[in-house]
T-cell receptor, first 114, second 114 residues
Framework: QQKVQQSPESLSVPEGGMASLNCTSS?????YFWWYRQHSGEGPKALM?????GDKKEGRFTAHLNKASLHVSLHIRDSQPSDSALYFC??????????????FGKGTKLSVKS | GALVYQYPRRTICKSGTSMRMECQAV??????VAWYRQSPQKTFELIAL?????????EQNFTQEKFPISHPNLSFSSMTVLNAYLEDRGLYLC??????????FGPGTRLLVL
């Protein structure tokens, strides 16, 4: 069973719109979460980390974590065509400290139409 | 800023031959290096997690005999794909983790096997 599940598989939003991506973990050990973005032909780039319940905002990006339901979301406000990419959710357990293994979801493909 | 370089970006090898790829973290102290393979379907497979001065931990389905890794210092790691065959094709990503736990990825080495 996939321990980190992402939805939707693909998403299309108009330029200027709001994109909402979801991620759920089936492993209660996962307490730390990251969002990564990967443009075609490039490696994944770390967008945000979130370790505590609630919202974390960085510019147009807002992550929300609910540890009780093991659900984390990413909201992109005022979406731009350059935001079109694959978005991955990654999670790790606290055990092993900063070197704990990262587990990735299968990704959400975001398309922003101008 | 934190950067991870990988070399080569792309390589083609004959079936049954071997190839070596390199990874360098610049601008931060990497506490660990993880090697992944990203499939054409974009899913991540963790190959191994390497911490300097500790044993390299390989994931199930990946062995040191097939994917030997060298991690001589905090900023440099290399991995060899020995006896490469068609199923070894993919994008090999190196992720270097900083002290806060965020993993920074290089652009990857794309391996094609003929």
């Amino acid at each position: 069973q996939q321990k980190v599940q992402q939805s939707p598989e693909s998403l299309s939003v108009p330029e200027g719109g709001m994109a909402s991506l979801n991620c759920t973990s089936s492993d209660r050990n996962f307490q730390y979460f990251w969002w990564y973005r990967q443009h075609s032909g490039e490696g994944p780039k770390a967008l945000m980390s979130i370790f505590s319940d609630g919202d974390k905002k960085e510019g147009r990006f807002t992550a929300h974590l609910n540890k009780a339901s093991l659900h984390v979301s990413l909201h992109i406000r005022d979406s731009q065509p350059s935001d079109s990419a694959l978005y991955f959710c990654a999670a790790s357990a606290p055990s092993g400290g900063s070197n704990a293994k990262l587990t990735f979801g299968k990704g959400t493909k975001l398309s922003v139409k101008s | 800023g934190a950067l991870v370089y990988q070399y080569p970006r792309r390589t083609i090898c004959k079936s049954g031959t071997s190839m070596r790829m390199e990874c360098q973290a610049v601008g931060f102290q990497a506490t660990s290096v993880a090697w992944y393979r990203q499939s054409p379907q974009k899913t991540f497979e963790l190959i191994a997690l390497s911490t300097v001065n500790s044993a390299i931990k390989y994931e199930q389905n990946f062995t040191q005999e097939k994917f030997p890794i060298s991690h001589p210092n905090l900023s440099f790691s290399s991995m060899t794909v020995l006896n490469a065959y068609l199923e070894d094709r993919g994008l090999y990503l190196c992720g270097a983790r900083d002290r806060e736990g965020t993993q920074y990825f290089g652009p990857g080495t794309r391996l094609l096997v003929l």
